[in-house]
């Protein structure tokens, strides 16, 4: 009995061991590579549009389309989502009843750190984005949490965006395998057809950026959430990027998950990081 | 509270461009809130710039302005260091006024 197992054993590596030099290439493809994904999902996009300046592409539909372009640039000087900055730096400088300030839970007193939102906490083993860093902040310090999807959160959001404008995307995985699950499934649920429409984000993000969907022009998916917060001219106000993932599933006629829900939290991570060394613009505006 | 009116004033030689964003719900009366009660009309009726005592831009509006209302135009007759003056007065008797340099 032994004996044979150990034969069938030897066999079977050796049939591994076969295969992995016939066929040097598919080895890598169960495996998780980040760099590998990101390098290739960067490249997809500069490919596919190549007059579209690398940085550019954080401009979403503008980047796309001159015409738009120039009404974007025409509004910028006097963008839309101002009153929600003002707003986000007085409440940012405001103390909370217990007299400390968001600058205390934050490294650098939350000014210039956007780009490295949202991080894997390694303690808690899950992505911890800026809006949930900024509720977890409140709570800490007896207020009640805002709402994840605006007004109140997107004005914070807007104003500490606002002040790391320029910075590189500059997010990390560090050596866990509970960070690369996160990566993984955030990379899978951007992938994954859903709803009655059968869409997935990659479906107008990836596959069709620069075309009309009626009347708007989609965004390209690299550099998506470099602009968030952002005033849609749609809403008329301005949204966090959990009320982006929440309107892409509805508009999808899929059912939209809880704001800052695991699979949100890893999406935006996946997002966020193949993103990488493009710079922050939020806070945006799109129509 | 800030003032729900921002301007940005520049002069041009004889021409000064004036740009502002004004901070209004501009309800139409027609929508419904989350309960499925109306929300009542509630709009800027009248918008006036003036500048040196004159009147230079005056806007009589009804509900088909956008929320969060942006005017732009241009006048002559300015010079730098000028003060314009704009001011808003809604249905409900609400009212807003700021002053700004023309630079």
């Known amino acids: ?88 730096k007085e409440m940012f400088a405001t103390p909370f009843k217990n007299g400390k300030t968001y600058a205390d839970c934050f490294p650098s007193g939350g000014i210039g750190i956007r780009q490295n939102y949202p991080y894997f906490d390694e303690k808690e083993g899950k992505v911890v984005t800026l809006e949930l860093a900024l509720n977890r902040c409140r709570e800490a310090n007896g207020e009640v949490p805002y709402s994840y999807v605006k007004d109140e959160m997107a004005s914070l959001t807007a104003y500490m965006a606002y002040t ?84 892409c599933n509805s508009q999808t006629r899929a059912v939209p998950l809880e704001p800052q829900a695991d699979e949100y939290r890893d999406v935006e991570y996946f997002l966020s990081y193949v993103a990488n060394g493009l710079p922050i613009s939020g806070p945006g505006a799109r129509p | 509270m800030a003032s729900t009116i921002r301007v940005r004033a520049t002069s041009n030689g004889d021409i000064t461009e004036v740009q502002a964003l004004i901070q209004h719900p501009m309800d139409t009366g027609l929508v419904k809130d989350s309960k499925g009660e109306l929300i009542p009309a509630h709009y800027i009726q009248e918008l006036k710039f ?44 609400g009212s807003d006024t700021t002053t700004a340099k023309i630079s």
């Open chain 1, 1 to 88: 009995m032994k004996a044979r197992s150990a034969l069938l054993l030897g066999s079977l590596s050796a049939a591994l061991v076969a295969f992995a030099l016939t066929s040097p290439r598919v080895v890598a493809a169960d495996k998780v590579d980040p760099v590998a994904d990101a390098k290739a999902f960067q490249n997809f996009f500069f490919q596919k549009f190549p007059d579209v300046k690398h940085e550019d592409f954080v401009n979403g539909p503008y980047s796309m389309n001159a015409d738009m372009k120039r009404q974007w640039q025409e509004k910028e000087e006097f963008p839309p989502y101002e009153f929600a900055l003002d707003a986000g």
């Open chain 1, 164 to 247: 790391s404008r320029g910075k590189l995307m500059d997010i990390k995985i560090p050596d866990d395998p509970r960070a690369l699950a996160a990566f993984e499934n955030g990379k899978r649920y951007f992938y994954t057809r859903r709803g009655q429409m059968n869409f997935s984000c990659a479906s107008c993000h990836v596959q069709s950026p620069g075309e009309r969907i009626r009347a708007e022009i989609l965004a390209p998916a690299l550099g998506i959430l470099n602009a968030m917060p952002i005033y849609r001219s749609e809403w008329s106000g301005m949204g966090t990027t959990s009320r982006r993932f929440v309107t």
């Open chain 2, 50 to 93: 003036e500048c040196n005592g004159k009147d230079v831009f005056v806007a009589n509006w009804g509900t088909a302005v956008s929320k969060d209302p942006y005017v732009k135009f241009s006048f002559k007759g300015a010079k730098k260091g000028d003060d314009l003056k704009i001011s808003w007065i809604d249905n409900k008797g």
